[in-house]
Nanobody, 117 residues
Framework: QVTLVESGGGSVQAGGSLRLACAPSGRAFENYTLGWFRQAPGKEREFVSSLNWGSGDTYYIPSMKGRFAVSKDNAKNMLYLQMNNLKPEDTAVYYC??????????WGQGTQVTVYS
């Protein structure tokens, strides 16, 4: 399994930006897909975005594309989620996940993002 540690959450006014970071470690993950999920209070966890660590290919659900951007830093072994033009409905706990293909079997502890109007 891969160990994942998220950081960068916080409170921000609507329209603002935050950048989340995820530090993967442990077993080799060069061929893994790393992703971001979120879970709002009273709602199911939902997929946000993913990135294939080896190829760099990214994927977003349509509602996120344009406001959110996933990226990686190979030198630092870090995954990022840049979130712009945040809305109150983006308030959630954001999780980093990793796994082979799209089978996410490692999860971080989550980081809280609160967007206030």
């Amino acid at each position: 399994q891969v160990t994942l540690v998220e950081s960068g959450g916080g409170s921000v006014q609507a329209g603002g930006s935050l950048r989340l970071a995820c530090a993967p470690s442990g077993r080799a993950f060069e061929n893994y897909t790393l992703g971001w999920f979120r879970q709002a209070p009273g709602k199911e966890r939902e997929f946000v975005s993913s990135l294939n660590w080896g190829s760099g290919d990214t994927y977003y659900i349509p509602s996120m594309k344009g406001r959110f951007a996933v990226s990686k830093d190979n030198a630092k072994n870090m995954l990022y989620l840049q979130m712009n033009n945040l809305k109150p409905e983006d308030t959630a706990v954001y999780y980093c996940a990793a796994g082979p293909g799209l089978s996410f079997n490692s999860w971080g502890q989550g980081t809280q993002v609160t967007v206030y109007s």
